[in-house]
């Protein structure tokens, strides 16, 4: 069985976007990585905690480590790493004795090679042309912070060499303890007054402060009303991918309800 947890990706706007929450001093960068982004600025103000290697300079230098987005993330510290499942899942215990498991897909989506994740901050990795045997078959740490992996599958160019920060995979751990605590922190504040921000539909379409003041109420409240959407048939996929490109799934990519 497929164990995959989709997370929301916000990969593209992000740059302008926290320009623009800048300028507005509103959006936090917490609040944008609880949608799943990471940021793509790195001021540089304080040194990370980090050892130094290859890979991670390689990740730092594109600018996907960002030291406000991961001091808040604790216990990274790798006591144990390895394979189960015959590579299908990797396992990885950490300092405070929590145990987390990646699937083999999921780690691949994730991949931050330069490959897979260019300076552009694009993901490149389609997770609906990732071959549904892909096995890890090695996975091995470098330094204190990254885990290099490797893959192989049934497909042909299955095969790929690539790397991870475990602060990100500790941040993204989808086991059931992590996703309960998570459930917690995320609590929106609809119930206090019980209003459903508005915003225009062709404010969200055609500029960028519809489209911040949208992401904004999605982000504290957890809903938002999309105001005027004209009843034509692929609209809403217009709207989803002002925010990013939509995730395949099982159920299909949209569902339009007349
Ligand atoms: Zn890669």
């Not at 083999?104 to 997770?127: G, I, K, Y």
């Not at 941040?171 to 609809?190: D, G, I, L, P, Q």
Request: net charge positive; proline share 2%.
């Amino acid at each position: 069985m497929l164990r995959y947890t989709p997370k929301v990706c916000i990969v593209t706007r992000v740059r302008k976007l926290l320009a623009l929450a800048q300028d507005h001093n509103k959006i936090t960068t917490r609040s944008l990585q609880r949608w799943g982004a990471v940021l793509l600025k790195d001021k540089g103000t304080r040194a990370p905690s980090v050892q130094q290697t290859a890979n991670f300079d390689s990740i730092k230098r594109r600018g996907f480590y960002i030291d406000e987005v991961y001091q808040h993330v604790k216990h990274t510290g790798v006591r144990d790493l390895s394979l189960v499942d015959d590579g299908k899942n990797i396992q990885v215990t950490w300092e405070d004795q929590h145990i987390s498991r990646f699937h083999a897909m999921w780690l691949r989506h994730n991949c931050q090679c330069e490959t897979c994740l260019p300076q552009t901050s694009t993901v490149l990795v389609d997770f609906s042309k990732i071959d549904d045997d892909i096995r890890v078959t090695s996975a091995r740490m470098e330094g204190e912070d990254v885990i290099n992996l490797t893959w192989t599958g049934q497909a042909r160019d299955t095969h790929h060499e690539g790397f991870i920060l475990t602060k990100f995979l500790r941040h993204y751990c989808y086991s059931e303890a992590a996703e309960r605590k998570r459930r917690t922190e995320r609590a929106m504040n609809f119930d206090n007054d019980r209003v459903i921000p508005e915003v225009e539909f062709d404010d969200v379409m055609k500029n960028e402060e519809g489209l911040y003041k949208w992401l904004t109420a999605l982000s504290d409240r957890g809903l938002c009303l999309v105001k005027s959407v004209p009843t034509v048939r692929g609209t809403i996929r217009q709207v989803a991918e002002r925010i990013a490109p939509i995730q395949h799934t099982i159920y299909g990519d949209v569902s339009t309800k007349q």
